[in-house]
């Protein structure tokens, strides 16, 4: 076969770096149940080789992704780390802000109409209202600490205002919480789909079930991509900034 050149994706490139390159090819990790957000220091041998699947198959497809004639993906890369944050609210954190409320009512009249015979139900209230409370509290942390900090390094880098020491000592110390709640978030979103056998609706499913579904579905799409844009590519460029800064 032949192999993928850097700016292709090679399985020498971690998914997290592939992904931000052409969050494109996210769907592809995503179709294959590998984990780019959390999991997005591992290379693409490593996951595959964790998971059972052929890499070389992994590499023809993303190969084929190079091929498609899709519009062009959004340069996150290239985005400033101000800009990115502010992009992540803006977009992420309102869209959960906003979807969370829905995600919670229609998880609970599931479960109050269909929990008696379908056991699982009550367990994907219980998982939602734990994911409302961690992302609620994390978003919050976010936005009032790190953002605001990781604006305050691209101001100093600027020459646009002093470089100020703050009281957690280095960026990486809430970047270390955050990536740890990403985790914590991840892992009751893949619980959930787990319970769910990927979402598939039985035959005695109502509207609301069906709805609550397609909702979780999207929700956790979304909440792919904001992992992905804060792991790999916004918190890395703060330490990096940070370090200049410290020099």
Known sequence: MH????????????LGEIATKD??????????????????RKTVKQACAE?????????????????????RPLPYGDWSPGFLADYIVNTHHSYVQKTLPDLRAY?????RVH????????????????VNSELTSHMHKEEVVLFPYIKNLVAAANNEKPFQAVHFGTVQNPITLMEVEHEMVGRNMAEIRMLTNNYALTEDACGS???LYRMLDEF?????????????????????????LNQ
Do not use: Y
């Open 51 to 71: 998971k059972g699947l052929d890499v070389t198959k992994i590499e023809q497809e993303l190969q084929l992704a190079d091929q498609n004639p899709m519009t």
């Open 209 to 211: 079930w069906s709805l």
């Open 107 to 111: 998880a609970a009249k599931v479960a």
């Open 115 to 130: 929990g008696s015979q379908h056991p699982e139900l009550p367990d994907v209230q219980k998982l939602v209202e734990e």
């Open 220 to 244: 956790e799409n979304d909440l792919h991509i904001h992992i992905h844009l804060e792991n790999n590519i916004l918190f890395p460029k703060a330490l990096t900034l940070e370090k200049q």
């Open 3 to 14: 192999k993928l050149t850097e700016d292709s994706g090679g399985h020498d490139q971690s």
């Open 23 to 40: 969050l494109r090819k996210a769907q592809i990790f995503k179709k294959h149940g590998l984990d780019f957000c959390c999991g997005g």
